[in-house]
């Protein structure tokens, strides 16, 4: 069945870098979109960015658009998000999740457990 194992995440001072990798298996992996979607306490899932499905094509939201990079490498069936300038308000769960588009979550019912990223000082 569909899986994802989310890693990278961990504690980081404003300013800082991670680097987030979701290792996928149980699907075509290279024929999917896929997203990262990301969770603070008590909010709803934000979307962050996304990325075709061949992996020309990215899409960033402007909370962290020049911060940010996605990236893919489809024979490892892996999806990358490196995080720079990481600021506070980027404190959340990230998760990764195949995309209906470059936008949207396609099995919003599902996600894998996700990393944690804490930015503070």
């Known amino acids: 069945q569909v899986q994802f194992v989310e890693s990278g995440g961990g504690w980081v001072q404003p300013g800082g870098s991670l680097r987030l990798s979701c290792a996928a298996s149980g699907f075509p992996f290279s024929t999917f979109h896929m997203i990262w979607v990301r969770q603070a306490p008590g909010k709803g899932p934000e979307w962050v960015s996304g990325?075709?499905?061949?992996?020309?094509?990215?899409r960033y939201a402007d909370s962290v658009k020049g911060r940010f990079t996605i990236s893919r490498d489809n024979p490892k069936m892996t999806l990358y998000l490196q995080m720079n300038s990481l600021k506070p308000e980027d404190t959340a769960l990230y998760y990764c999740?195949?995309?209906?588009?470059?936008?949207?979550?396609?099995?919003?019912?599902?996600r894998g457990q996700g990393t944690q990223v804490t930015v503070s000082s």
């Open positions: 999740a195949r995309g209906q588009n470059y936008y949207m979550n396609l099995d919003p019912g599902y």
């Open positions: 990325i075709s499905s061949g992996g020309s094509i990215t």
